[in-house]
Structure formats: C-alpha cells, structure tokens
C-alpha cells in the first residue's frame, strides 16, 4: 500500500472521531515514547492536524522512559507511555505509573489476547520472532519448533543475543508458560550448548553472523529483517536476501510474538485527550502505516500488510495473552542465568 493511501486512510480514521477535543478539554497531550521519532511523528501530526490536540513527543530508552516517570511522580508531565514489549509495559503497570481505562474502541480494535486483562496497556503492533535460516545451507525441513533448537543437530549453528535482551526474555517467559519451568530449563541448556558463539550484538548482527558463516540460523524479530531489505543500505539488503524466515511451532501453540503497545500514564492530567490518541494509534490506517514502514504486522486480522511481510507467508501465532510475558519475566531471567544464557 502506498503511502499516500495511507494518510487517506489516516484522515477517515480521524473524521470518525468524537468532536475536536481541543474545544472542551486539553488542547495537547505528552507523549512518552520509546518509538523511533520518525516512526511515529507522522502519525501524530496527522491526529494534531484532525482533532486540535498538540502532542508534545518525549523519545527515549525504553527503560529510561519508565524510570523518568517513576522518579517524576504525580508531578509527571506524561499522559501516555508508548513502548515495546509486552514485558515493558507489564514492568510500568507493577511500578504504580500506569491507570486501567476502558474503550469500546479498544476492545473492538485490539483482540483481548494483545491487551492488559486489566485494561493497563493495550497492543498497537504485533512483533513476531520466528527462526531466520541462510538459504542453502539450511534445509527448512528440517526446522519445526524453538523447542527442536536444543536438539544436538544444530551444536554450533545458533545465533540469538544475550539473555539481558528482553526479547528473549519474553520468548523464554512463553515457553514457560506452554512447557513449564523445568522443561523450559532443559531445553535453554541445551540451547545454550548449541549457540556457535557467546550472545553479543542485537538481533541484526545474528543475521549477518549467519550469513558470515559463523551459524546457520539465527533468531531474530522480522522487522530487523525488513529493514534490512527495505532500507537504503545495499550492503544489508545484499545480506537480508540470503535469509528466509521460517515459522515455527505452526502444527501447535504457533509462532511466539510480542507487541509494541500503549498505556495511560495514572498521573495524567489529559486523560481524555490521552485515550483519544491511543485509540487513533490502534486505528486500521495507523497500524498499515506500521506494517508499511516498519515492517510490523497489525493486531487485528484484515488489514493490509507491506509486500515484504506478504512474502514471507502467513502464519499462526501463538494467543498467548502477553500479559503473561511481563508476569513470568524474573522467573525466566533466573532460569536463563542458571542455563548459563549470558
């Protein structure tokens, strides 16, 4: 979808907005956001341009953020927390900073599986982390779980980061929740066993690893891969096309995948304005523009996705509920400290 088309869409998802909330309330909101500014600022001046309300962009880490609003307090000037991670978000509604809220629109937008059972956070994009492989070097059939990835076959062939990242945490923290924690701990000893070099790097180095011939597959979110193939450096794209994507886990509980999402900050004083922006973030055109530019998929079924993510196929994803992952995080940062997951 071009992107053109895309701020048309924006604009519908605006004209069907309540009245300009700038006429009766708050005429601004502060965003906090751990998003890359240029990956959210266009969205936001469109639902500046639409409703009236300004939205003052706040970036930074995403840890960082939520410490900022901790140690602000009441006096926090943020209205809205927007993260990656289902873990993250999970961390800032136990550290008190985030207020339950409920939205019909929400709710109709964002299947119950991606949101907080609390009404704490809810899902914007979906963020999938299947296993990548090098074309030729691997046969796809012999790949079928994350589970197989401890199997002694593949000693020395894995790439993945360390267990500080909380991308693995939250994959680990999901397969605790499938297998439970003793299994879970075997099988990440006999991952660790199987890695063809200590973790280092994000998830973008696993894959030129891979294609450096220091591993055969690497595990890695598939956005990484789409910016490297849709991104202006013809070094990467060169590497991201030796790789496929192989989902795994499709014969059981699917593909493990993880959100970026939103939450309303409980010291708000914007709450309106705040749940209002949030809504229009999981609107249909601005979950396309996600998948169009940041090669994410949307959270509900039905809405139009890049031709890069079309091209790797469709698959089953794990319905989890994510808030899980944020539940049974520490339990999966001990079991990786004991596997030796470093």
């Known amino acids: 979808m071009r992107i053109s088309a895309l701020v048309s869409g924006l604009v519908m998802a605006l004209s069907a907005m309540a009245a300009p909330l700038g006429s009766a309330h708050a005429a601004e909101v502060n965003l906090y956001s751990a998003r890359n500014e240029a990956l959210i600022k266009p969205l936001l001046e469109r639902f500046t ?95 079928s779980s994350y589970e197989a990835l401890a199997e002694p076959k593949w000693k020395g062939r894995i790439c993945i980061r360390s267990s500080s990242n909380i991308y693995n945490q939250s994959l680990v923290a999901s397969l605790i929740a499938a297998n439970g924690k003793a ?7 006999g991952l660790v066993k199987n890695l ?12 030129k690893a891979a294609v450096a011939g220091q591993c055969d597959i690497a595990v890695a979110n598939t956005y990484y891969l789409a910016g490297m193939l849709t991104g202006g450096d013809p070094e990467q794209r060169a590497i991201a096309e030796q790789v496929a994507v192989f989902w795994p886990n499709q014969q059981g509980r699917g593909a493990h995948v993880n959100v970026s999402g939103a939450a309303l900050i409980k010291a708000s004083k914007n709450r309106e304005a705040a749940i209002a922006l949030i809504e229009f973030l999981a609107s249909d055109a601005s979950q396309q523009w996600y998948a169009e530019t940041n090669g994410e998929y949307p959270v509900r079924e039905g809405i139009e996705v890049s031709e890069t993510l079309k091209a790797w196929g469709e698959f089953k994803a794990d319905d989890l509920n994510l808030g899980r992952l944020g539940e049974l995080n520490p339990e999966a940062l001990m079991l990786m400290d004991r596997a030796g997951w470093r």
């Open 196 to 207: 063809a070099r200590p973790p280092r790097g994000g998830d973008r180095d696993q894959i």
């Open 183 to 189: 299994e879970t701990e075997s099988w990440a000893k």
């Open 49 to 143: 341009e639409q409703s009236g309300v300004k939205v003052n962009l706040i970036t930074g880490k995403a840890d960082a953020l939520l410490k900022r609003i901790s140690s602000e307090g009441r006096n926090t000037p943020a209205d809205v927390l927007l993260t990656t991670d289902a873990g993250r978000l999970h961390r800032a509604k136990v550290a008190g900073v985030t207020a339950p809220f409920e939205s019909a629109l929400l709710q109709q937008r964002v299947p119950e599986q991606y949101r907080d059972p609390q009404g704490h956070w809810y899902g914007l994009s979906l963020r999938a982390r299947p296993i990548m492989y090098v074309k030729g070097r691997v046969d796809p059939a012999e790949l």
